[in-house]
């Protein structure tokens, strides 16, 4: 969590513009609400002329990206989710509307319940045991009573 | 809004069928709910063979399409859904079933307050603002008072 | 239903590991629910070098699986959510973590009511359609009202 899929022209992006987007949309995550940093995974879909129509017509200009948070929830929090969507679209803004990229972004939020990294239960949002995740960088065991 | 993914053996389609089978969906949602053309996006993933696994095995002749509908909810309401699901089958039948593919379809719904197009927040359902969208077929600044 | 994408690098897996993965991943559908063996379907997307990124980083040792279930549904059952993922990790481990991989997953639940495979409605959870549908292991008309 979060995981973003990026939808392509397949030269729209270098490999180094695909790791700049990936930090910035990952700066969002750990800047804004602390999530440990592996937690954002973004997925890049560099797809061949004719993938992806819009309204009927071949897009060969843009960009679609799909996102699911599982970590944090803002549902009927109508301030929090413009000021999410406000945020997301800064963070891609450089890499899609500057060089001229059609494109569309929507969010889905799924279970946490239904969520492993690692093979283990992620901690508690804002607990002790995200805390060292984060400050550790990956998944490790912790103590989910201390942490809870 | 929607967003429609279809999975298909990497030679099932031609650019003429997936801009045809586009066009079919794309009607779908202006015909029945007046949705601007542009919200319909659908994005092929043409697969090589042994992509596809279908109760473990390959299924190299499966058509499988994954929806996401954002800007219409009708959760809870039978008719609608069942109306739904009917029409989708009517739209793609001419591309997958008459030509002897294997298919199945599923939808979700996404949150529409977690929606941007174009970096805009799009118009209400059934407003003056997406009646506008609709005419342009295109996302542009709009009223939102007068459009609420 | 259950619809499983499976993100992985190009070589990660032969056919043969992708069809003893979905034989895995199928034999928990229809050992612990009693499925029909063609619900499951299994879609890899094999990527290039450089298409996922975890934490702003290239990610190219990393499996992440996203999971949509449809025909049942386990929100706010704790204890069967606990079940369930612990059984994935369980069925997947040979050919993830056990291969070295890191590796992330997580299920969404969408509408049962906005699905439809081979154009059909399928039967309720734990109906007589259903179990029909599992002997023969396809989808075939089935009597609604004694199914149901």
Redesign the interface.
Known sequence: ?P?WQV?APENAFT?ED??AL??S???MYTDFVNL????????????PP??????????NN?V?I?????ARRI?DQ?EL??L??QI??TKI?PWV?DRGF??????????Q???????L?PPAAGSDGERLWAEK?RAVPYDVVAAS
């Open positions: 969590m995981f939808f490999d695909k790791e990936a930090e949309i990952t700066s440990p940093k592996f937690y954002v995974v973004v997925s890049y879909h560099m797809q004719n993938s992806t129509y819009v309204g009927g017509k071949p897009a843009f679609r799909l996102v699911d948070h599982i549902v109508p989710q413009a999410c969507m997301i679209e803004a509307r059609d494109w569309e972004v929507h969010v889905d939020e799924t279970p319940e239904l969520w492993r990294t690692q093979g239960t960088n």
